[in-house]
């Protein structure tokens, strides 16, 4: 159930709804836009007869949520999420951002070169893996804290933001000082528990799609996050599994526009796990920021074909710098900045 304010309520109006709404058994998640504030209630809303709240005084409008989503639906915020972060830069709204770094930390001469170059380019954003959930036992596993800590220097050195993947919910804590944004992969999509234990930390989540999960699988696994109160949550598209073998996933490119019109959440593109291959990445890239993405995570790499893993589709640090340039006027087409 939703619950729309009047422009003009008061506190004292808000507080007295939100009163009414916990003494009927649900529980209450707040937000404020520009022009109004909502009030969504969470729980056995079934039962609830909506004329108890529409007479209350500041109250504009109530109305049931048909879809299983209720915080992530875009009635619970009309003017979109724009997630913000501690350097500056911003995940949603007018601009797209962008994120660069290799698929794995390896060393320090890496992240260092990779982070200037994510700089020199205009990205604000310095992703890299140093847990890594590999296929096979026997390959790369990631630094652990480690590379965090020498990702966090050259963030740090450059003015950059980091994201770096979560594995399960102990590397919560000791990534804490390390990260400004979790990322939960596509592995752990419908793991609920990490799912749970990230919406009790006030640091924004990207989440990628499963490589088998429909789009309303994926709103309603970001739902776990929201309901612990942790609202800064990214959707990414990383790409599905489907009969198609040209590439190693096919990148749903439909997707964006679709969770654009269902969700208030950001969207990410991840043209490089879309597509597995480095000369499909620009153009998907491109296709992505036309079809509204509001940021792009791309892989790149000083050498990229001598990349610890995934040098497939991971791309050079000058085609990184000509990709931004080219995606500059995409942008500025749709009526965007980047």
Known sequence: MIVAMQENATEEQI?????????????????????????????????????????????????RISSPYKLAGRAFRPDGTVVAFPNGAAIGGGKVAMIGGPCSIE??????????????????????????????PYSFQGLGIPGLELMREAADANGLATVSEVMEIAQIEPMLPYVDCFQVGARNMQNFNLLRE?????????????????????????????????????????????????????????????LKKLSHLPVVADPSHGTGRRDMVAPMAKAAVAAGADALLIEIHPNADKAVSDAAQTMYLEDFARLTGELRTIAQAVGRTL
């Open 198 to 258: 990230l919406g009790q930390v006030r640091k924004p989540v990207l989440l990628k799609r499963g490589i088998a999960a429909t789009i309303e699988e994926l709103l309603l696994s970001s739902e776990y996050i929201l309901s612990g109160g942790n609202y800064d949550v990214i959707l990414c598209e990383r790409g599905i599994r489907t009969y198609e073998t040209a590439t190693r996933n096919t990148m749903d490119i439909s997707a964006i526009p679709v």
């Open 15 to 63: 507080d007295a709804v939100i009163d009414v709404m916990l003494e009927s058994g649900v529980n209450v998640h707040r937000t404020t836009g520009a022009m109004q504030t909502i009030l969504a209630a969470v729980g056995p809303t079934a039962g609830l007869d909506l004329s108890k709240f529409e007479v209350l005084p500041g109250v504009l409008h109530v109305h």
């Open 107 to 136: 060393n320090r001469e890496q992240i260092f070169a990779i982070a200037l170059a994510v700089k020199a380019a205009g990205g604000r954003f310095l992703r890299g893996g140093a847990f890594k959930p590999r296929s096979s």
